[in-house]
């Protein structure tokens, strides 16, 4: 199902500043070289991802499922000067990749690469992060979310990403593990009494999730 027009994504995508050199790059090796170059964030949602952080002036970042490394690139170009955006990865192939990028941005000594299973990594980095980007596997994202929610400052932010799951979602019977493992993490959030979340129609669909600074 297209959620957004081509023509819609094609008009927003020129009438978006154009991403650095780097970025530019790290984009288009993807797409030319990588078997599931759909799962890059594209360059409006990019953009928006570095607008947010660069909003809220983040200490501490955590990503969970770096890819290629494009949206950390993005995250991190709101890190107050000091912090750090810390980045998990399951592939080798495409943390390499990554690292590959990281090196040559001018936030290189602020991003720290993580390779293994993120269940098991997240309790293992222990800070309070200010903002979370969640973009791994489905079925784990609300094992993820409430790993992170402890960690996670009052006030702090969790992103989700693909949480329209290609539209899947909107189906009168939502069908298959991935799509049903999405349905079910915005079930969970959206009865969280912890939080306040907004569900944004970019792409395939972003979560923003703010933890309350008074919990009950």
Not at 25 to 42: F, I
Not at 94 to 116: C, E, M, W
Not at 189 to 197: A, I, L, M, P
């Amino acid at each position: 199902m297209e959620l957004v027009s081509p023509q819609a994504e094609l008009y927003a995508a020129y009438f978006t500043t154009p991403l650095d050199t780097l970025l530019q790059e790290l984009h288009d090796h993807t797409l030319s070289h990588h078997q599931h170059a759909h799962m890059l964030s594209g360059v409006v949602q990019g953009k928006f991802l570095e607008f947010f952080s660069i909003a809220i002036s983040p200490a501490k970042i955590l990503e969970v499922g770096t890819f290629t490394g494009f949206s950390a690139l993005c995250l991190a170009k709101g890190l107050v000067p000091g912090g750090e955006l810390h980045t998990i990865e399951i592939r080798a192939e495409d943390a390499n990749t990554a690292v590959s990028y990281f090196n040559r941005s001018l936030n290189a000594p602020q991003i720290k690469l993580h390779l293994g299973n993120a269940i098991e990594m997240i309790p293992m980095l222990n800070h309070a992060w200010d903002l979370v980007f969640i973009d791994a596997d489905k079925v784990n994202y609300i094992e993820y979310y409430e790993l992170t929610l402890q960690r996670l400052k009052p006030g702090g932010w969790i992103i989700a990403d693909n949480v329209l799951f290609h539209g899947q979602v909107l189906e009168e019977e939502v069908k298959g593990k991935n799509a049903l493992a999405i349905h079910h993490f915005n079930e969970h959030v959206k009865n969280d009494d912890r939080v306040e979340q907004a569900l944004i129609s970019l792409r395939d669909g972003l979560l923003f999730i703010k933890k309350k600074h008074h919990i009950q």
